[in-house]
């Protein structure tokens, strides 16, 4: 019911199943961080935390969940559903939970749940969530632009590259572009955005024959004009500490956008989505290669492709571990938070069906949202 949908509850335990490769788990004990991964294919929102208790993985289903985006100010996690209507899911921590005669108890590690829901149309194609100051904004694909939602939950056309004013009015019509990522500055005249094209042309991106080596670019938020050439089918574009942070996806390869051109930090072993920082560390998710879009993918082994997630030292580019899902697929987001604000999701791995905890925090939450306060 809290993901709105029958099946929710049919996750075959094999898509959970991981293994782990190097120190994975001993860097987010170390940091006291939980990873949260959206993996839009197998519609689940994935928590990775390393407790007192040991490691643990929790979820949540969500039908295609993508796009992932923190609200430091209000405590909450928004993510992004590309079903048709879209949706846009908001999730907060429990903080207590309503107990006998009305009392309230302590839960421990603040486990996300929603708190609410809102439908979009179809035709906005929502992919990246970010916050631009301090409002939530989306790349809605399917515009060729960037929206910004309002506190009552209304949208609109925000930003958009001046290579779609081709005509009397902006080509918000259909996906010409693949707009699909948002670094996030102050505003979005400092922020930058990601593109597998430069401008509108003859074959679209959902086309078989589209072409992608390197045509990949980022555009610039102020000018609206292209800074960066050279990407193949680029993702997940993040400012961190001063510097432009993309996936190359087509390449396998997160790095650096200098003078104009990408500079690769790391190569992985697979199609990379999902970027995430905390401090000197990045934690980059690779995908499988889906065979209808092999021709998207011209610098990998689609055979050699894994799902799963990889904490990368920026500063040597040298992997420090990785969590590998065998019978993983397509992974979209990936978001380092501090313990303190949760450690993970409702269900965990090892009681994948409904268990008499799992009912009473469903039946008796309460969050900063709905406040018991007597």
């Known amino acids: 019911m809290a993901a709105q949908w029958a099946d929710a509850g049919a996750v075959h335990p094999r898509l959970l199943s991981h293994r782990v490769r190097g120190n994975f788990w001993e860097v987010l004990a170390e940091r006291r961080i939980t990873l949260l991964v959206t993996r839009e294919y197998e519609h689940l929102l994935v928590a990775l935390h390393a407790g007192y208790r040991g490691p643990e993985v929790s979820w949540l289903p969500l039908p295609h969940p993508n796009g992932l985006a923190v609200d430091g100010a209000r405590g909450v996690v928004h993510v992004a559903s590309t079903r048709n209507p879209n949706q846009l899911f908001e999730l907060a921590p429990v903080t207590g939970l309503l107990g006998g005669r009305g009392r309230r108890r302590a839960v421990a ?159 992985l072993p697979g199609w990379t989505r999902g970027l995430g920082f905390h401090g000197h560390l990045a934690f980059v998710g690779t995908s499988r290669i889906l065979p209808r879009f092999r021709h998207y993918a011209p610098g990998l082994d689609p055979a050699r492709c894994v799902c799963g997630v990889h904490i990368v030292d920026i500063r040597q580019g040298h992997v ?36 008499a905890a799992t009912r009473a925090l469903f039946s008796g939450f309460l969050t900063h949202t709905g406040k018991d306060t007597r």
């Open 109 to 267: 590690g603040r486990p996300l749940l929603p708190v609410r829901s809102r439908f979009l149309p179809g035709s906005l194609y929502l992919h990246d969530l970010a916050m631009v100051g301090g409002a939530l904004h989306a790349t809605a694909v399917g515009q060729n632009a960037v929206i910004r939602f309002s506190p009552d939950g209304d949208w609109s056309r925000a930003w958009w590259p001046r290579a779609i004013e081709t005509g009397r009015r902006p080509r918000f019509d259909r996906n010409y572009l693949q707009l699909n990522s948002i670094a996030a500055g102050p505003t979005l005249a400092r922020s930058f955005f990601s593109a597998s094209t430069d401008a509108p042309g003859p074959r679209r991106p959902g086309h078989r024959n589209f072409p992608v080596d390197r045509r990949g670019v980022i555009f610039s938020g102020r000018t609206r004009e292209v800074v960066v050439r050279g990407l193949t089918r680029p993702h997940s574009a993040r400012l961190h500490r001063g510097y432009l942070w993309v996936d190359d996806s087509g390449y396998g390869e997160v790095g650096v956008c200098m003078e104009g051109r990408f500079r690769p930090v790391a190569g």
């Open 320 to 355: 420090l571990g990785s969590l590998l899902w065998p019978a993983g697929n397509q992974i979209f987001s990936v978001e380092p938070v501090p313990a303190r604000f949760t450690t993970g999701l409702p269900l965990t791995a090892h009681a994948r069906h409904a268990t």
